[in-house]
């Protein structure tokens, strides 16, 4: 008699487990190019899947649901891009002085080196050149990635939008296939899981949000009374690159301490970004955060870090953003299926069991 098993009810060992994850890793590699927009549409739609519903019961077809959801999307990012290019145009207004500074502060840097550690002029102009030429045979190599990285991205451009409008549009046949996939009897089960994960998603998307909001507005009212220049568009590059755990907040602190060091030449300045980066990274992780994110993902930091840096060495930098919500919604399934509990209890934090 045969016996029909489910994706949800099968039992691995940690070989099999394994084996798994390494043919996985090797097909996501080989198929990056077109898995990747399709994760990003698949989220997307994760995320726009309420609003399209709602937008239906008010009587709007479901073409004219999910296309009107689609374009409410991109003019918010094209809205937070517009406030970003402004305040980047303004930083660029104030290049020649800034520029003069720098050369000051690099004939300053070179007067030190020739009087502490004896390096005189002609030695750093040699070093320089050294450097230079190790460097300059790579240049049309880093010109060519550039090139092939921007073409792909206006390609990813084009593309995710519309995988997005097709997902959700035929999003009810989608779901009538992946029930066709597993026993009759799981039907149920898995309908909730996917309504489980739509829904926490969906929260946590919006409270993420508010997060960065919140986090890139005290950043940036910090900065600002510290008199740091452009402190709208440092503060909320360094709130939007806080998505990467500890890494993020480093590099986003950089430009402002640098602008910091150039305009004021003192270093308590760049001190006092870094005590006003700090204290809002604090109150992030202890009161904003567990405020405005009601229904979190509760993923373990070892195990985000890990999706992280293995999403980076798959996918590059869309592997970074892209894995940790692969690893939720792996959360989400495990906690649903009391026979994953051990998988849930890896992913997840000891305060959640």
């Given amino acids: 008699m045969q016996v029909q098993k489910s994706l949800l ?11 798994y994850i390494v043919y996985g890793s090797l097909i996501l590699y080989a198929g990056r190019t077109i898995f990747i927009p399709v994760s990003f549409a698949l989220l997307i739609s994760f995320i726009l899947q309420p609003v399209c519903a709602w937008l239906e019961k008010k009587g709007i077809s479901r073409m004219g649901a999910v296309v009107t959801s689609i374009l409410l999307l991109l003019a918010l990012g094209l809205l937070i891009i517009a406030l970003l290019v402004s305040q980047f145009l303004g930083f ?82 989608w779901v009538s296939i992946l029930l066709r996939v597993f026993p009759a009897e799981r039907s149920e089960q898995l309908r909730e899981i996917l309504a489980l994960t739509i829904k926490a998603y969906y929260n946590f998307i919006k409270g993420m949000a508010v997060v960065y909001v919140a986090v890139g507005t005290l950043n940036s009212i ?20 806080t998505f990467v755990p500890y890494i993020g907040i480093i590099v986003g602190s950089l430009l402002p301490i640098t602008m910091a060091w150039i305009t004021y030449d003192s270093i308590w300045y760049p001190l006092g ?26 993923v373990n930091t070892l195990i985000m870090l890990l999706a992280i840096f293995t999403g980076g060495m798959v996918w590059g930098m869309a592997g970074m953003i892209l894995f940790v919500p692969f690893v939720g919604i792996a959360k989400l399934i495990a906690d649903y299926n009391p026979k994953w509990k051990t998988i849930s209890m890896i992913l997840g934090t000891e305060a959640t069991h």
């Fill in 9 to 19: 009810t099968l039992r691995y060992t940690p070989l099999t487990i394994l084996q």
């Fill in 222 to 241: 910090g900065l600002l009374l510290l008199g740091v220049p452009h402190a709208i568009l440092f503060g909320f590059i360094a709130s939007i690159l």
């Fill in 92 to 173: 660029l207004h104030e290049w020649p002085a800034i520029h003069e500074k720098l050369t000051q502060s690099l004939t300053d840097m070179s007067q030190m080196l020739s009087n502490v550690f004896g390096i005189n002029k002609e030695q750093q102009q040699n070093l320089l050149n050294r450097m230079s030429s190790q460097s300059g045979g790579n240049v049309l190599q880093i010109i060519q990635s550039t090139i092939s990285a921007s073409a792909f991205s206006l390609v990813m451009l084009f593309l995710i939008p519309v995988y997005a409008v097709l997902i959700l549009y035929y999003r009810k046949y």
């Fill in 273 to 298: 970004i870094v005590a006003v980066f700090t204290f809002v990274q604090y109150l992030e992780a202890n009161i904003i955060f567990p405020i405005a994110v009601s229904s979190r993902l509760n």
